[in-house]
């Protein structure tokens, strides 16, 4: 069975940061592509970032370009958002999402369960 | 970037009814569409990808058309576990932008 389990939500101070994880099990965590994307609090999905299956082709959203790093270990299955410099409007669930894009068209076929992350004073 | 609207925003809907959301992109974007269902306090789940193919495990319900800059999500005839909100999402290229939602409720 196919399982993503984020981790390393919380509560953080504007300006501080945090390391989101997303373990993948179930499946070949190494041949897949591999996303970020948020909900904030009653509010719709926005896609985040995303890596390829060797850790290159990364890209960013504007909003968090230069401030968030996303990177994966294939040895340990797991997928990892750093977020730097947080700010109120990055307070959303954060969903980690895999990709097989087969055919070079994109699609996010199983989701995590996301992690609430707060940023707050 | 690639900006897409959904529409309508909201509709509510009987069972046994046929139901119609669409998506429209602000460039052409082929067929690189794709249409996710979530459901309060749970992840989205894929329904359709490259804007007419259902995912493995989607009811036959579930149909999907359209290429260049119209999109439709089609559900055939409505059941309750249907009630949901609906994304279409762009995957032309980056940011791979969703639409607005649509909050689907049944009458």
């Known amino acids: 069975e196919v399982q993503l389990v984020e981790s390393g939500g919380g509560l953080v101070q504007p300006g501080g940061s945090l390391r989101l994880s997303c373990a993948a099990s179930?499946?070949?965590?190494?041949?897949?592509?591999m996303h970020w994307v948020r909900q904030a609090p009653g509010k719709g999905l926005v896609w985040v970032s995303r890596?390829?299956?060797?850790?290159?082709?990364?890209r960013y959203a504007d909003s968090v370009k230069g401030r968030f790093t996303i990177s994966r270990d294939n040895a340990k299955n797991t997928l990892y958002l750093q977020m730097n410099s947080l700010r109120a409007e990055d307070t959303a669930v954060y969903y980690c999402?895999?990709?097989?894009?087969?055919?070079?068209?994109?699609?996010?076929?199983?989701w995590g369960q996301g992690t609430l992350v707060t940023v707050s004073s | 970037d690639i900006h897409v609207t959904q529409s309508p925003s909201s509709l509510s809907a009987s069972v046994g009814d046929r139901v119609t959301i669409t998506c429209r992109a602000s460039?052409?974007?082929?067929?690189?569409l794709n249409w996710y269902q979530q459901k309060p306090g749970k992840a989205p789940k894929l329904l359709i990808y490259?804007?007419?193919s259902l995912q493995s495990g989607v009811p036959s319900r579930f149909s999907g058309s359209g290429s260049g800059t119209d999109f439709t999500l089609t559900i055939s005839s409505l059941q309750p576990e249907d009630s949901a909100t609906y994304y279409c999402?762009?995957?032309?290229?980056?940011?791979?932008?969703f639409g607005q939602g649509t909050n689907l409720q049944i009458k």
């Open positions: 179930g499946f070949t965590f190494s041949t897949y592509w």
């Open positions: 999402a895999r990709d097989p894009d087969y055919g070079g068209y994109s699609r996010l076929d199983s």
């Open positions: 490259a804007a007419s």
């Open positions: 460039q052409s974007i082929s067929t690189y």
């Open positions: 890596i390829k299956s060797d850790g290159s082709n990364i």
């Open positions: 999402q762009q995957s032309h290229s980056t940011p791979y932008t």
